[in-house]
């Protein structure tokens, strides 16, 4: 139980371009997600937290205008990296959780590289 | 803001010994404390985790401790196998906070056969 599948595993796309990336909870409903940045070697860097149904909350320098997140259904949430440039570039992970006191249970990562 | 620290930041053991890795953390008000494994490339896994209501818990060969006084726990993992290799990651939640986690900066673990 407890699974979430992120999408896609892998990007490799020209600056510029806007980069779209799903989470999903496959076996329960994510009243919670949660995305994250890790840079090689580093720990996890909480960028946002989404409930389903209302605007996302930001953690301080995250820009909101260049990391779009929709938080559609209790089982969807998308990040979007809009207009990438190579300093986007990064593993990309997203959490979901049932539930403020339940677990966190992460997806799989996009690995996002711009050129 | 909450701030978690994480020691030792790499740790080797021989196959079979135990490994302890260390957390403290700074808000009082803390009180869900979960461990994650990552391996290489791959998603951090959740292995264990404890409640501030509890001081310890132990599933098989993995534990984790709680000092609420002190502010830190611990995770404890005896006779170590080489598939115990991995970045492991302590992070700490408190009521109210939407369950969001402040992580560690994570601990490097390698089991040598």
């Known amino acids: 139980g407890a699974v979430v599948s992120q999408h896609p595993s892998r990007v490799i796309c020209k600056s510029g371009t806007s980069v779209k990336i799903e989470c999903r909870s496959l076996d329960f409903q994510a009243t919670t997600m949660f995305w994250y940045r890790q840079f090689p070697k580093q720990s996890l860097m909480l960028m946002a937290t989404s409930n389903e149904g209302s605007k996302a909350t930001y953690e301080q320098g995250v820009e909101k205008d260049k990391f779009l997140i929709n938080h559609a259904s209790l089982t969807l949430s998308t990040l979007t990296v809009t207009s990438a440039h190579p300093e986007d570039s990064s593993f990309y992970i997203c959490?979901?959780?049932?539930?403020?006191?339940?677990?966190?249970?992460f997806g799989d990562g996009t690995r996002l590289s711009i050129l | 803001g909450e701030n978690v620290e994480q020691h030792p930041s790499t740790l080797s053991v021989q196959e079979g010994d135990s490994a302890v890795i260390k957390c403290t953390y700074s808000?009082?008000?803390?009180?869900?404390f979960p461990w994650y494994k990552q391996e290489l490339g791959k998603r951090p896994q959740l292995i264990i985790d404890?409640?501030?209501?509890?001081g310890e818990k132990k599933d098989q060969r993995i534990a984790v401790t709680l000092n609420k006084t002190a502010k830190h726990f611990s995770l404890h993992i005896t006779e170590t196998q080489p598939e115990d290799s991995a970045v492991y990651f302590c992070?700490?939640?408190?009521?109210?906070?939407?369950?969001?986690?402040?992580f560690g900066q994570g601990t490097t673990l390698q089991v040598k056969p």
């Open positions: 959490s979901a959780s049932a539930g403020i006191s339940q677990p966190q249970h």
């Open positions: 404890i409640r501030s209501n509890v």
């Open positions: 992070a700490a939640s408190w009521k109210g906070n939407t369950g969001k986690l402040i």
């Open positions: 808000d009082s008000a803390s009180n869900y």
